[in-house]
């Protein structure tokens, strides 16, 4: 373990070069098929599909509240993982059984705690009920 | 080759970049060969052939030998399909995000292979390169890239395929997309609630958020699926609903929504899309086979000493790699298997699997292997007996939750005064229609209840 590349200062750069990769392979596909692919425009083949039907309205219109319900506990229940994270790479550096490491329990079972309260109001308002 | 550029170039950064080229190849590769596979699958369930004619031939007659092939041909024959179809663009779309869609949804899909450890540790040996010069003679990790945050890079990437989908049911301007992707992305985040904690609860068991720990925990203490199976359990249909695969893909149910949020793509638009359909159920099965199945070691009498992390010849490197890969491959199958044997959820149902079962399951393991590891108690056979002991109590504790809480709705339903729901008192209330050819089919009269 004495002379492993660890202290690489840019261990990212190769996910960079990944994300370059990624969007030359799509920009690539994408323009390879505009390109290559033959061109038939016409005004029934622009409209929006529709099982065939002529298209009523846009779908630009309202949309049931349950997506945006849902989207907020969601945001909820992420940013309490998002804290579990950082307390999960600390905690299991602690000794088992040491006062500290009751201390870091005690909080987060105090956290997950409140979580819960959040998830049965939520529960109880029926934010879950798809139906 | 400039000074700058070989100053920075470690060994590390070197593998890095040849793992990271390998592995664009290796996705693709696998994305391609999943579809004839999944294409082959079916046909053998529904006792069909499936593809067995498209050879390599291109009709040409002297590449004749080349015909037939098993069908193997045919991932071939239609990504030059994809290439050579119109790429329509329907008039009323939202042009910019309509055609940025489909790049959003393959970038993630793409980044979340880079901190799989294909290879674990290498000895490099010392090389003189052209154009490098002299490069190696340390050890270095075989992974597309060795960050110190470990897997919470996998959590952080691992859902933003979600815009994409947004996005192109939205530029879309169709109601079918709209729904599809409004649909997919519900349940996307939905899903990686329960991902994350299940996985919260492995890594506090493993101990370390870095892939080369997690898997030299499970080659002294035996695999995570034996002493966590109900996170196990939890985390694979977490990446099956991430990655909109049966029986969770009712994004794209076609009796509903038709294509659901690519019914408007065509040509190679849509073939992203579709690549990244795959390039998440592959990930999600590399992922799976690091964390719970022993990543790239296999247990047994040369090959366990041969892909041990402390092995680090380039025999190794090659053996964990083959291991690995083997593994994703044969849990790709089986999630091939989960689509074409098991029918597709209704949205309600996959909506209340996941909120109303396997959150509180993943908040209780947690909270159980938490204090667990503050008592110490994290051999195989206590963290076995806990998993199945949450399961069985999370499992009777959610109909008493639903008892509980589940009645009331969001909004009590206020019944308009005088309406047949809530008529003014004395009155008599018409139920069924008036017209007596109406009457003759449904001949119900009587009054709605008040009460």
């Known amino acids: 373990m004495t002379t492993l590349a660890y202290a690489d200062p840019s261990p990212y750069l190769p996910i960079f070069f990944m994300i370059l990769a990624a969007i030359g392979f799509a920009v690539l596909n994408i323009a390879g098929s505009f390109i290559l692919g033959p061109k038939r425009l016409g005004d029934r083949k622009g409209e929006t599909y529709e099982s065939g039907m002529t298209p009523i309205g846009t779908a630009r219109k309202r949309f049931n509240v349950r997506f945006y319900l849902i989207a907020m506990v969601f945001l909820v229940f992420d940013v309490e993982i998002i804290f579990l994270y950082p307390w999960a790479a600390t905690y299991t550096l602690l000794d088992p059984g040491s006062e500290q490491s009751l201390v870091w329990l005690g909080r987060i079972l105090f956290f997950l705690f409140t979580t819960v309260v959040a998830y049965l109001y939520g529960y109880r308002k029926g934010v879950f009920k798809f139906d | ?451």
């Open chain 2, 1 to 451: 080759m400039p000074d700058f550029i070989r100053e920075h170039l470690t060994s590390q950064l070197f593998v890095s970049l040849h793992v990271m080229a390998i592995v664009i190849h290796i996705i693709l590769g696998t994305v391609t060969l999943c579809i004839y596979a999944e294409r082959k699958i079916s046909a053998y369930i529904q006792d069909r052939i499936g593809p067995n004619r498209t050879g390599f031939d291109f009709g040409l007659p002297f590449l004749g030998f080349l015909k037939g092939f098993l069908g193997l041909g045919q991932a071939l024959a239609d990504g030059l399909k994809f290439f050579l179809k119109e790429d329509y663009r329907p008039t009323n779309v939202d042009k910019i995000l309509f055609t940025l869609a489909p790049a959003i949804v393959i970038i993630p899909a793409f980044i979340g292979f880079m901190i799989l450890p294909w290879g674990g540790v290498w000895d490099m040996p010392l090389m003189n390169l052209p154009l490098i010069g002299e490069i190696g003679g340390e050890r270095v990790y075989v992974t597309g890239a060795y960050v110190n945050v470990g897997v919470i890079y996998l959590v952080a990437v691992a859902s933003l395929g979600a815009y994409g989908i947004t996005l192109g049911g939205w530029a879309s301007n169709n109601k079918y997309s709209f729904l599809g992707g409004l649909r997919a992305t519900a349940q996307m985040i939905s899903y990686e609630i329960p991902l994350g904690l299940a996985l919260l609860a492995t890594l506090l068991v493993a101990g370390t958020f870095m892939p080369e720990g997690i898997v030299r925990w499970q080659v002294e203490n035996g695999w995570l699926i034996l002493a966590m199976p109900l996170a196990a359990v939890l985390f694979y249909v977490c990446t099956l609903a991430e990655s909109n695969r049966a029986p969770f893909d009712n994004a794209e149910a076609e009796q509903e929504l038709v294509g659901g949020y690519h019914t408007e793509y065509s040509s190679m638009r849509f073939a992203l899309f579709f690549l990244a359909e795959y390039a998440h159920l592959v990930t999600g099965a590399a992922f799976f086979a690091l964390f719970f199945l022993g990543g790239y070691h296999l247990p047994g009498p040369g090959i366990g000493h041969l892909t041990s992390p402390d092995t680090t010849t380039t025999l190794a490197v090659i053996a964990k790699f083959l291991v690995l890969f083997t593994k994703a491959c044969l849990l790709v199958l089986l999630a091939m298997l989960i689509r074409w044997s098991l029918p597709r959820m209704r949205y309600d149902q996959i909506m209340q699997l996941g909120w109303q079962s396997m959150i509180p399951m993943g908040i209780v393991l947690l909270v159980v292997v938490s204090c667990m590891i503050y008592l110490d108690w994290i051999s195989l056979p206590a963290l076995l007996a806990a998993n199945v002991a949450v399961f069985g109590v999370t499992i009777f504790i959610e109909p008493l939750l639903a008892r509980l809480f589940g009645r009331a709705t969001a909004n009590r339903r206020i019944h308009l005064y005088g309406s047949r729901f809530m008529p003014v008192p004395g009155t008599p209330v018409i139920t069924s229609p008036t017209n007596p050819m109406a009457v003759e089919d449904r001949p119900v009269q009587g009054t709605v209840s008040t009460s």
